[in-house]
């Protein structure tokens, strides 16, 4: 038993956060440059757990963590899905296709330069032709574009169990990372914001916020970890423990953002500051493979 | 990072589940302080002579000199077989022993470990004052130095277990005219010594299971003082920061039999069927599976580096305010059978009253999201 990185590990991670902070930093996330998503490609991060690549879920979910800190593109943890399980019959970049509810057409999220979409149910994942041919439009996420399609039939459909709890597990990682980045922005803030001749972090009505922020950040983490273990030694609860992971980390990732606005004050609440991208990001994650509560009272019996 | 554990450690937890499976006693602890007393010593006993007490101990001092990983399978072991709580040997076995091993001199180890894991000598905590508490360091009673003797003046609150106790760990000012931290020792005080008057206090629930502790030219051996005059400050933390780390696992595995019952008991009376309350289930189930896992990154951490990290502080404030809405929820799932309680009642609401010392007890919640603000995020200190 062993819940921290081992040295490999904490090599890749700091590695990852590293070039993020220099080729995809959080605040551009509103527009992101031409050329990242090829670069992400050739960073090797659309494609960890493909055939052949010999990395475990644990490494994978620290990556998309990182990933996930620097609000990385959304298409990332569709096309991971899509190089895992539709290996032969798929390449390039998938978008994450949601239904549309009240309609009968889906979301394309991320769609840009995709051919492929990828739909999470809780009993598979499925891959969709979607061909970048329909205009963008906005989501709450501002670094994630939407195209609409007709609902049609699966390209193909991968009924592996750990197929739905891979892309779980990817998305909770992202809001993971969501939510450590919300809980750094607001104590980098509070130690430097001076009110009443002090920084706001000295005031405990602000500190405790912060630690609160903390607090489920770990939380979210610590679970995590255990989920993409227990998916790695195939452990019978590997379901129950994925779905734990997402709605904490969902959890974390909504709180934190709005933290983070509070601890800001008025700028918090602008358009030019960085605050809100996390938050809508939050939002936006907590409609991708959500954690169904009732599993979640299931296995205890 | 891997979940599994060695065939040592599989071999090790099967020992601990077989012994446990055929010792755990099955009446259960019995209310009354002095039945309980006797009870709690019988247990630790046997406990010793089977080789489970101090599976983490030095072997020189009575313990097996086994991993902290050893140690954390037998509370979970212990936890899932519902052995009883260790009771009055709490104090000595969580907080008295460990701060010794740590700080103590080789007669004074020698002397009061094998005790307190025989289960032959109870401890007591002897920090709080009534004007001392989240301000530790606002400690006035006092030890005047006469010979090899501290005389001993002043007061402690709070204190559980005192009037059980043979021994106390005993916080006092013994340079005159100190301040703040500074002048401040550890003693191992003798509860029985003349001078010591005990005042128990009852507890909203009904509980008589602290007391003030009053001390009146109390005398204490220069040689009880551990870590050296003038370091209490420093061997008291060490004693708060173990509290803070790892001597909740136990607590942890049962508050995940208490969520598997919770829901258990939802589902038999129907409650489950409310929507609110079935969603707060789901999030303290997986809430609890969270704790376990932040326990686990917590002892690897021990493991890797010979310390706690920084995070063991909100493993605390986690366990406690979750613990909390547990006790509150069992307390809900009661319906009107609630109306009931009386007290001294050992029930639901029996725990949901005491369960309230989980956020003030070895540092309010308040404090801990100090440390938590100040140590893992670097806020700038407010105190």
């Avoid at chain 1, 049609?152 to 750990?162: E, F, H, I, L, Q």
């Avoid at chain 2, 052995?83 to 091993?101: E, K």
């Avoid at chain 2, 010594?193 to 009053?214: H, N, W």
């Amino acid at each position: 038993m062993d819940l921290t990185p081992n040295d490999e590990q904490l090599a890749l991670q700091t590695a990852t956060a590293d070039w993020c902070r220099d080729n995809m930093p959080l605040e551009a996330a509103r527009s992101r440059r031409a050329g990242l998503w090829q670069d992400l490609e050739a960073m090797g991060w659309s494609a960890m757990t493909a055939p052949g690549m010999d990395l475990d879920h644990a490494t994978e979910a620290l990556v998309f963590a990182e990933l996930g800190r620097f609000l990385a593109p959304m298409g990332l943890i569709s096309t991971a899905a899509a190089n895992r399980w539709f290996a032969g019959s798929f390449e390039g970049k998938a978008g994450l296709a949601l239904p549309v509810t009240g309609s009968d057409a889906m979301r394309i999220l991320d769609p840009v330069e995709a051919g492929t979409a990828v739909m999470w149910s809780a009993q598979s994942v499925a891959l969709y032709a979607a061909p970048d041919d329909q205009p963008h439009r906005p989501t709450i996420d501002l670094s994630t574009l939407q195209g609409r399609q007709p609902s049609t039939s699966p390209v193909a459909v991968s009924n592996a169990p750990t197929s739905p709890l891979h892309l779980q597990l990817l998305s909770a990682a992202y809001a993971v990372g969501c939510a450590d980045a919300a809980r750094d922005m607001a104590a980098d803030y509070a130690r430097l914001r001076e009110q009443f001749d002090r920084p706001i972090g000295w005031f405990q009505a602000l500190k405790h916020i912060c630690s609160d922020m903390a607090v489920r950040a770990a939380v979210a983490r610590s679970q995590l970890y255990y989920a993409a273990c227990a998916l790695d030694a195939k452990d019978g609860e590997a379901a129950f423990h994925v779905a734990a992971a997402k709605r904490l980390a969902d959890q974390a990732a909504i709180d934190n953002g709005r933290a983070n606005i509070q601890v800001h004050g008025g700028i918090g609440m602008t358009d030019e500051a960085a605050p809100h991208l996390c938050l809508k990001r939050a939002h936006l994650l907590q409609f991708i493979a959500p954690a169904d509560a009732a599993l979640l009272l299931e296995d205890a019996a | 990072m891997d979940i599994g554990f060695s065939p040592e450690e599989t071999r090790f937890r099967e020992e601990c589940r077989a012994w446990l499976h055929a010792n755990v006693p099955a009446e259960k602890r019995p209310l009354n302080a002095d039945e309980a007393l006797d009870f709690d010593k019988a247990w630790q006993r046997r406990l010793f002579d089977a080789g489970w007490a101090g599976i983490n101990w030095p072997e020189d001092y009575g313990g097996r000199g086994l991993s902290i990983v050893e140690q954390v399978i037998w509370l979970e072991e212990y936890a899932k077989a519902h052995a009883p709580w260790i009771g009055s040997n709490f104090v000595g076995v969580n907080h008295g022993g460990p701060t010794l091993i740590i700080n103590a001199s080789e007669e004074q180890k020698a002397y009061h470990l094998p005790r307190i894991l025989k289960g032959e000598a109870i401890w007591c905590q002897g920090f709080s004052e009534p004007g001392a508490g989240s301000d530790l360091a606002g400690i006035k009673t006092r030890g005047r130095i006469e010979g090899d003797e501290l005389v001993v003046n002043g007061s402690k609150i709070w204190t559980s277990f005192a009037h059980v106790a043979d021994w106390q760990e005993l916080v006092l000012r013994t340079e005159d005219g100190s301040q703040r931290h500074k002048g401040l020792s550890w003693a191992i005080c003798d509860m029985h010594a003349p001078g010591i008057t005990i005042r128990p206090i009852q507890k909203m629930s009904g509980q008589v299971e602290f007391a003030e502790v009053f001390y009146d030219d109390v005398r204490i051996p220069l040689a009880n003082v551990v870590g050296g005059l003038g370091n209490g400050w420093n061997v008291a933390m060490s004693t708060l920061s173990f509290e803070r780390g790892t001597g909740f696992i136990a607590d942890q595995v049962k508050q995940s039999q208490e969520i598997a019952e919770l829901i258990a008991t939802a589902r038999g009376s129907g409650m489950i069927g409310d929507d609110r309350i079935a969603d707060s289930l789901a999030q303290m189930r997986a809430e609890v599976a969270a704790l376990r896992a932040m326990t686990y990154r917590n002892i690897s951490e021990v493991v890797r580096t010979g310390q706690p990290g920084p995070e063991a502080s909100v493993i605390r404030l986690f366990t406690s305010e979750l613990g909390q809405r547990l006790e509150r929820m069992a307390v809900l799932l009661m319906g009107d059978a609630a109306i009931d309680f009386a007290y001294g009642d050992d029930n639901a609401v029996g725990d949901y009253l005491r369960g309230f010392a989980a956020t003030i007890a070895g540092g309010t919640a308040q404090i801990q999201r100090d440390i938590i603000g100040e140590r893992l995020l670097g806020l700038p200190k407010s105190r």
